[in-house]
């Protein structure tokens, strides 16, 4: 069944309390709200090239843009600022996708390497396994601004979902990765873990693999 059509690389989808929903189109450079049945569609704000984003329990809207590389705070009026550019002095490469956590903080993947530099012009370039990459997950505390650097060395970390097994997984997309994190305590401990790999070993290497992912109500990831 095909919902709603008319959108340009369409990401993130958000479902709000009205039964409308959110999505980024990178392609267009923006937030768009979608109607409940499918049928319209509004231009929230035109952050630059968004990736990913996830509503908190105020209404704020935190998109992951990567033209500029940012963290964006934005409200459905289409006011928006660029909150976050940078960990520590390291500044952000490629902000790609963003979840909250049980403590309501909110947990954010930089796949590690400028948008331009892997992919020129929109095209992936054809030594992209000879890049070099530092994929990066962060932590964010919504109120403060606080940030911290849990993990990083990824080969394109993108996708990212809390279970409700205590774990925090994300994927990596070069390789096929899904890994996970225990919580424990309210906080994410030790070192990541393999969960799994959704690539098919029988066939060449491609630049196609796992990107967003969600759990369901019955606790079943999709990737």
Request: charged fraction near 20%; aromatic fraction near 10%; glycine fraction near 12%.
């Amino acid at each position: 069944m095909t919902f709603t059509t008319d959108l340009k690389l369409p990401e993130g989808p958000v479902a709000l309390p009205d039964a409308s929903f959110l999505v980024v189109e990178g392609g267009r450079g923006c937030v768009t709200q979608i109607s409940p049945d499918g049928r319209s569609k509004r231009i929230i704000a035109m952050t630059g090239e968004p990736n990913g984003l996830a509503v908190d329990k105020s209404g704020a809207i935190w998109v992951a843009d990567t033209r500029p590389p940012a963290l964006i705070r934005l409200t459905m009026d289409g006011n928006f600022n660029r909150v976050l550019t940078k960990c520590n002095g390291e500044a952000f490469l490629f902000p790609n996708d963003l979840c909250f956590g049980p403590d309501g903080a909110l947990y954010l993947t930089d796949s590690g390497i400028f948008t331009d530099d892997f992919a020129p012009g929109g095209v992936v370039r054809p030594d992209w396994m000879d890049l070099h990459l530092d994929g990066r997950l962060y932590k964010v505390d919504i109120h403060t601004l606080a940030i911290q650097k849990l993990d990083s060395g990824f080969q394109f970390i993108n996708g990212i979902a809390f279970g409700s097994d205590h774990y925090l997984y994300v994927n990596e997309t070069m390789t096929g990765m899904v890994y996970r994190y225990r919580w424990k305590d309210g906080k994410i401990v030790g070192p990541r873990e393999h969960f799994g790999n959704v690539h098919d070993p029988s066939k060449p290497p491609a630049f196609k693999g796992p990107d967003g992912m969600a759990f369901d109500v019955n606790d079943r990831l999709y990737v």
